[in-house]
């Protein structure tokens, strides 16, 4: 056995987040742990790594008993955790970011040419298309997931904890990270694989364990599971249908004209020349491979990368926004697919994320910034959008994933928005958070709003749109409509064949 696990538990102060969770992972096996935000995954997953110390039971790793004496550093030459949220400095190098704490060189002198070539080799061998060079910042938040895989890899761990890996990857992505995990194990290495996309589970698994408020309630073969009935495992209850009903475009809508409509839009280098249309009270999927411009698209609309050319009309009137506040003023709000990174300021409350883009709106003709004013629409997000938190000044921190993202959510919307753009909303998020965001979703088209969609979950976008654009090297390379909206479709319009 590579992992075993006897009666562990963990609490922070008064609340006990594991209790006696038991169970073995043997060597060239892959464990799928899975459950719901708050379910104590994480908790556990640093147990393992060494990140924090449990309050009791017993931790063996590769034979060895895991006391608290042991650090993390000594841990991790056996277990290495690749982590949801990156923990990359963006303005380092690839190479610096890979062998950052594990520096190459002597006396004192780092040998800046043997960690380049080092870690070019580490990326060829996960199928990394990244130059050892570049600088973080500067790369999409799919290659920045590479770099964090490559970091584990360069390791030569025996145990791989892969918390979230997929959540930017494409399906083509998510094929190669598989057959990367399939060969690791084959030469007798072992993974735990958290994921809130369940059929990735059941596919990459041999045993899929479920925590539910802290408690291990199922632990068996991943072919004992569908998909379906391992999420009611993790809710506790029968689900209904996880996408409402489609919203189809009706001839008032378009007679209505578009709340948004961009026209040969360009960067002058991701972003070439992007058209499309988006309707008051619509839902629009907008899918591609990764690289392919969506997210590049989104920040050109909201004035936070520069415009070269193309036009943007917004309710009919032409609009050439360059910066967010301004699109902000406009009535267009936008939830990056980053949220840790752009959209969150981790330490600050819950109430001061809510109401940081609107503080004109909660400011008196005095001046001042009105407490009562901020206190009454923080507590109305919170209850409209089920945030689960202690209280509204508890830091964002604090909160589960699924949380946060509608904190984001209840961010965007205190700005009273007409279009909303979603750049991949529920990243990282449980089947029951990822429905109630979709409800949340829906909702606000039911009230006139305009929604863009941008997700590389093409469940997602199939399940949630009647028409989607595809964009493909840059530009949009077509639409489809209805039943023609298929994951095949969307797969070969992205790949141009």
Do not use: W
């Amino acid at each position: 056995m590579i992992l075993e696990i006897k009666n562990l538990s963990k609490s922070f102060g008064p609340v006990k987040v594991l209790s006696d969770i038991s169970f073995s992972l043997g060597k060239g096996k892959v464990l799928g742990l899975t459950g719901e935000n708050g379910a104590g995954k994480t908790t556990l997953m640093r147990c393992i790594s060494g990140l924090i110390s449990p309050n009791g039971g017993e931790l063996i790793l590769d034979g060895k008993p895991m006391t608290s004496h042991i650090s993390h550093k000594q841990r991790s030459s056996t277990c290495y955790m690749v982590p949801q949220e990156f923990t990359l400095i963006p303005n380092m190098t690839v190479a610096e970011n890979i062998y950052l704490g594990r520096e190459l060189g002597k006396a004192g002198i780092l040998s800046k040419r043997a960690m380049l070539e080092g870690a070019a080799r580490v990326l060829q061998e996960i199928g990394a298309d990244i130059l050892p060079d570049a600088v973080v910042e500067t790369l999409s938040v799919a290659n920045r997931q590479k770099i964090e895989l490559a970091k584990a890899f360069l390791q030569k761990a025996k145990l791989i904890i892969f918390d979230e890996p997929t959540t930017v990857l494409n399906s083509t992505e998510t094929a190669a990270l598989f057959k990367i995990i399939r060969e690791f194990c084959a030469k007798g290495g072992s993974a735990i694989y958290i994921s809130h996309k369940l059929p990735e589970v059941l596919d990459i698994c041999d045993e899929v364990a479920v925590l539910r408020d802290g408690v291990l309630v199922e632990n068996k073969p991943a072919s004992e599971f569908t998909p379906r009935s391992l999420a009611e495992a993790m809710v506790g209850r029968p689900l209904e249908g996880l996408f409402p009903p489609k919203k189809v475009l009706t001839e008032e809508q378009i007679s209505a004209g578009p709340a948004l409509e961009i026209d040969n839009l360009s960067d002058g280098e991701i972003v070439k020349s992007a058209s499309l249309k988006l309707y008051a009270g619509e839902i629009l999927g907008l899918a591609g491979l990764a690289g392919a411009g969506r997210t590049e698209l989104a920040e050109l609309l909201c004035g936070m990368r520069k415009r070269v050319g193309g036009k943007v009309m917004l309710f009919g009137q032409e609009v050439h926004f360059t910066s967010m506040a301004a699109a902000l003023k406009k009535g267009l709000t936008y939830l990056p697919e980053d949220r840790q990174g752009t959209a969150l300021l981790q330490d600050f409350s819950i109430q001061e994320n809510i109401t940081l883009a609107a503080l004109k709106k909660h400011t008196t003709k005095a001046g001042f910034v009105s407490t009562k004013s901020c206190d009454d629409s923080t507590l109305e997000h919170i209850k409209k959008l089920h945030i689960k938190c202690e209280n509204a000044l508890a830091p964002v921190r604090t909160l589960s994933g699924g949380n946060q993202q509608k904190v984001v959510i209840a961010k965007g919307l205190d700005t009273n928005p007409r279009v909303f753009i979603f750049d991949e909303p529920t990243r990282g998020v449980d089947v029951g958070a990822r429905s109630e965001i979709y409800d949340v979703i829906h909702g606000l088209a039911d009230q006139g709003m305009a929604v863009l969609l941008i997700s590389s979950d093409l469940e997602e976008v199939i399940g949630n749109c009647n028409r989607v654009m595809v964009m493909r090297e840059g530009e949009i390379a077509g639409e489809l409509t209805g039943s023609d909206v298929t994951e095949a479709n969307i797969m070969h319009m992205a790949h141009g064949v």
